[in-house]
């Protein structure tokens, strides 16, 4: 693997003398730090003033009050970690846990507040919250928030949400080297990612070339903010999805004063600035942009071909207004490409890996203008225009013995879209809150996509897609957050999702009931209807002209799936808790190939293949997730999460089998101890265990694979192998340094040092003439250094 080379243990090298040099010169001054935050009802969001925000154990008191706007201000907070407690009069106290204040790292807070439904003259209730619990108010169940914080400690997540998200209950990778994401046994495709509320495509590198995933997000470690993860049930307003939702959520800059960074890693380079547009304005920019290590090293020196190579450009500006609201503009952008060329001569190709060569590209653009306005005392109107957009291309050729070109693919996408959303929150009161919005989605296609459906006994493109031209989608939503009394609590809504192309609709229910049985103690059920449209290509195959139905899949329907889950949640104390989920998905309207075993639900970007569907096919996953989980508390922290599931499929033929990521059990164990050093320094150590079923394959016909020299699977036993369970270790060591007017954070990680094996494919052994499988067995090692100053 292009990770492991004598350049990156040199590099290790060098950031480990960085860290000596750096320590030793380190001050041992008590350093301090500004905490800043806004405090706002959770529903509507407007300000609450006058709440009272306290560092919890500070001696002396450290504590405020909050202004007219809602803002505070904590001064002299010592570097660490610390707890805010917030309280303000009708509504429950709020404790705010772990926020991690560095030299260089203003915390800038936001503190949603539930209003008491009880009476003034009740018993106070104190919110002792979960750190785990979701930034979305609407969420019930089957959801968690996730933070910069833990995608950088956390062991093998590389400051990646995508990889961070595999550690969690009912979440597995698909390999070591991409961040794929498979939830509850539905496929990356499945997924729904939004920024800033608004819906994006895939935002990992090379994300056609890994079926979702990618070798690396183009998400920031300058840019991230506390976001949303979301397993299943997910509430009204989030449509075109059946897997799961990635709600992610950009920083704002610090409102004060200019802030610079710079990082160095194994990913890349990068450059971040931040800072009021005018000082005292409120006015601010975030801007990050970085570009691929391996780009640069190829520029000044010979390397091993198939490195990826990528720049990205993120920026998030917030300008808030005295009575116009608040308005923002935020970007992403990246671009990546790989090639891979065969590196021997003919006579010493061994396998159909060797004589292989590809070029892989994938650039995405998303951008929105969002705003925001209190509309009285009781609604909050959000609104946003956006334009985003996709191109992939995979240029995929085979070799023979004198050097001919045998064409597998030559694919050539482009997607754009400009998005128009608007959402209105209104409290009714206390007990009652609606969310409800609209979304329009017109979108710009252009497919020119060639493949040879069976390249080992035929030399040509045979399958063509041509097709240019435009269509749209509509949604709506209406979902209500209702106090029921008895300590229950009920989230009910609709989603409505148009489909354009074909005039296809569906409707889909959502509803989820917790029932709080003692103070720490809830129980929970949901339900939801889900609905995905398939990816646009397949709407768009085209059979030959002289066929009397050209697009004969134009017509097909919505994908869809009923989701039942079930929750029991024990929180232990203030710091632990225990959470069970069993849950049930039932697939329909799965489109597959009639008296056949395919069907969407194992789709692969490399699939290509003419052929009529239908929406017979059906399927199901079902399963229990177990987490229990003790949040970081005086200097460490622990959590372990078991998933037991199968994941079932009929195809057009009517007969069951196994999903091609049915791998049974899912296994994390994992932990941390941090210490302080010298004063203001902390140095943690990150260790994970995981446990998880093997890979799904296809056995090949040994026999079909001899006459052709190439593989040939037997597809009467469609995922009937399986690899062997692998155990997979990672650690993770971090280091934080703290100097008056500098930072620096070392983070050294490295996955999979049990060199365990990923089953990555099978390839025809020319000289033993058999079809073997291919493994991928590697520790992929990780390291950064930023500075901020």
Do not use: C
């Amino acid at each position: 693997m292009w990770y492991i080379n004598n350049k990156a243990n040199l590099i290790t090298g060098i950031l480990i003398l960085v860290i000596l040099a750096i320590s030793i010169s380190t001050s041992s001054q008590s350093i301090t730090q500004t905490v800043k935050g806004r405090v706002f009802d959770a529903q509507v969001q407007f300000a609450l003033p006058g709440a009272t925000v306290v560092v919890a154990g500070s001696e002396p008191l450290i504590g405020t009050v909050t202004d007219v706007e809602g803002n505070f201000t904590l001064l002299n907070v010592p570097v660490g970690r610390i707890d805010l407690v917030v309280s303000f009069v009708g509504y429950e106290e709020y404790t705010l846990t772990d926020v991690l204040v560095g030299s260089k790292e203003m915390p800038n807070v936001k503190i949603p507040m539930k209003e008491l439904v009880t009476g003034l003259d009740e018993v106070e209730i104190k919110s002792e919250v979960v750190k785990e619990q979701a930034l979305n108010s609407m969420a019930l169940l089957s959801a968690r928030s996730i933070s910069l914080d833990e995608a950088q400690r956390f062991a093998g997540s590389m400051e990646d949400f995508s990889r961070l998200a595999s550690s969690f209950a009912g979440v597995s990778s698909g390999s070591i080297d991409n961040n794929e994401v498979i939830i509850r046994g539905n496929p990356a495709k499945g997924i729904l990612w939004r920024l800033e509320g608004v819906e994006i495509p895939v935002p990992n590198h090379l994300a056609h070339a890994f079926n979702g995933g990618g070798v690396v997000s183009m998400f920031s470690p300058f840019m991230m903010a506390n976001s949303d993860f979301f397993t299943g049930a997910f509430p009204a307003e989030y449509g075109n999805v059946l897997s799961g939702v990635f709600d992610i959520n950009f920083r704002t800059g610090n409102p004060d004063k200019g802030k610079y960074g710079f990082l160095i890693g194994s990913y890349g380079m990068e450059a971040a600035a931040e800072g009021p547009f005018k000082k005292g304005g409120g006015s601010t920019y975030l801007a990050n942009f970085r570009v691929s290590t391996f780009s640069i090293l190829q520029n000044i020196m010979p390397i091993e071909t198939g490195l990826p190579d990528y720049t990205d450009l993120s920026f998030n500006m917030n300008f808030p207004t005295k009575k116009a609201g608040v308005f923002s503009l935020w970007s992403l952008n990246g671009y990546g490409r790989i090639v891979h060329e065969p590196s021997n001569p003919p006579m010493e190709w061994e396998t159909s890996f060797d004589n292989i060569k590809y070029e892989f590209t994938y650039g995405l653009t998303a951008s929105g203008l969002n705003h925001k306005i209190i509309i009285g005392k009781k609604s909050l109107l959000s609104s946003s225009l956006s334009f985003s957009g996709y191109t992939n291309s995979n240029v995929y050729r085979q070799l023979d013995s004198l050097l001919k070109n045998i064409p597998v693919s030559d694919i050539s996408e482009k997607n754009y879209t400009i998005r128009a959303k608007s959402v209105l929150n209104h409290k009714f009161g206390a007990r009652h809150t609606n969310r409800s919005g609209i979304m329009f989605n017109q979108i710009w296609y252009d497919y020119n996509n060639m493949a040879n459906s069976d390249p080992a006994i035929q030399d040509t493109l045979d399958f063509r897609m041509r097709e240019k031209g435009n269509t749209y989608i509509a949604q709506a939503f209406s979902q209500s957050l209702i106090q029921l009394g008895g300590n229950v609590t009920m989230n009910a809504g609709l989603h409505f999702l148009y489909f354009g192309l074909n005039g296809n609709f569906a409707i889909d229910l959502r509803i989820g009931v917790k029932w709080q049985a003692a103070p720490r103690h809830s129980l929970g059920v949901a339900y939801g209807k889900h609905s995905r449209i398939e990816p646009l290509r397949i709407y768009l195959i085209e059979f030959p002209e002289n066929d009397s139905e050209v697009l004969p899949n134009k017509n097909l329907e919505i994908t869809k799936a009923h989701h039942f889950v079930f929750a029991y949640d024990w929180n232990i104390n203030s710091n632990m808790h225990f959470k069970v989920e069993p849950y049930v998905q039932l697939l329909f309207d799965v489109p597959v190939t009639p008296d056949s075993s395919f069907s969407m639900i194992n789709y692969q970007n490399d699939m290509f293949f003419q052929a009529r569907l239908d929406n017979s096919g059906t399927g199901i996953n079902y399963g229990i997730d177990l987490t229990f989980e003790r949040f970081m508390k005086k200097g460490y922290y622990y959590m372990v999460t078991a998933s037991v599931y199968e994941s079932k499929f009929k195809g057009g033929d009517g007969i069951e089998r196994n999903t091609r990521l049915n791998q049974n059990y899912v296994l994390n164990l994992l932990g941390g101890k941090e210490w302080k050093i010298k004063e203001n320094n902390f140095l943690s150590i990150n260790g994970k265990f995981t446990v998880v079923g093997g890979t799904r394959y296809t056995p090949p016909d040994q026999e079909a694979s001899r006459a052709v020299s190439a593989v040939v699977y037997q597809m009467d036993k469609l995922y009937d192998g399986q690899w062997t369970t692998n155990y997979y270790f990672d650690l993770s060591v971090n280091y934080r340094i703290n100097r008056p007017k500098v930072s620096h954070n070392i983070i050294l990680q490295a996955k999979n040092l049990t060199m365990q094996s990923d089953l990555i494919g099978f390839a025809y052994n020319y000289s033993e003439q058999y079809s073997q499988p291919m493994e991928l067995a590697i520790v992929f090692p990780y390291f950064s250094y930023k500075i901020e100053f």
